[in-house]
């Protein structure tokens, strides 16, 4: 059997109600509201600048790092180019000067056979006043006018030994060897110019073993100089 509903029973005091107290809530001054709200924004918009500035100053120290590196690859890029260049003109003003040396000796042998050989003479009669005897070996075609002058030579330089004149048929003008006992000296013109040509190959190899123009150097051959690329031989 269900329970009976319950009647509405108007025994709840209202007024009770409205007087008991209410709950005051807090009340935010308008102006120190906004006052809050500007400094938060400000402080925000601090903090959003100084991230923005970081952000760019790393953004733009990326670009200088790159841009370096770039500008010193180009450095690199320019300082090579020089310094091969640099070994062309070198190469080549070496090749000039032999060339040119090459020219002008022959010249002068042929004008002036003796003088070298004189020259050299004059230095060995000195040191070697008190020796026995000296041979004088050069191109037999040369002989008779150097005997015109070794007289001389040796009184001045105080020889008191032997001269010995020989003729070489292969001996080439300007060429001579003198021997003595325990010794000896050459003057050949193609040796000299073999030495200068083997001192100038050492040179350009050393240059270019420093990495200044690696590759671009090729060991002289055979031939004449005939520019920044020519042969030295």
Do not use: Q
């Not at 180009?74 to 070198?90: G, H, S, Y």
């Not at 004059?122 to 008190?130: D, M, Q, T, V």
Request: net charge negative; proline share 5%.
């Amino acid at each position: 059997m269900m329970a009976a509903p319950a009647k509405y029973l108007f025994d709840i005091d209202f007024a009770a109600r409205e007087s008991e107290p209410v709950e005051e809530r807090p009340v935010v001054d308008l102006a120190a509201h906004e006052a809050a709200l500007a400094a938060a924004e400000k402080r925000g918009h601090a903090k959003g600048l100084a991230e923005g500035r970081a952000a760019a100053e790393a953004a733009g120290a990326n670009r200088l790092a790159e841009e370096a590196g770039r500008l010193a690859k180009a450095a690199d890029a320019i300082f090579a180019a020089l310094d091969e260049d640099r070994l062309r003109a070198e190469r080549f003003a070496l090749e000039l000067a032999l060339t040119t040396a090459r020219k002008i000796a022959p010249a002068l042998v042929a004008r002036e056979p003796l003088a070298e050989i004189e020259a050299l003479i004059a230095e060995c009669l000195g040191p070697l006043r008190h020796t026995p005897h000296l041979v004088i070996r050069l191109n037999d075609a040369h002989v008779e006018a150097l005997r015109a002058h070794v007289d001389r030579l040796a009184y001045e330089k105080g020889f008191e030994g032997r001269l010995v004149i020989l003729g070489e048929p292969d001996f080439a003008p300007g060429d001579c060897r003198i021997e003595w006992a325990d010794g000896g000296i050459v003057r050949d013109a193609a040796e000299v110019e073999a030495t200068i040509i083997a001192a100038i190959e050492r040179y350009l190899a050393a240059r270019a073993a420093t990495g200044h123009a690696a590759g671009h150097d090729r060991p002289p051959g055979h031939g004449h100089a005939a520019g920044p690329e020519g042969d030295l031989r």
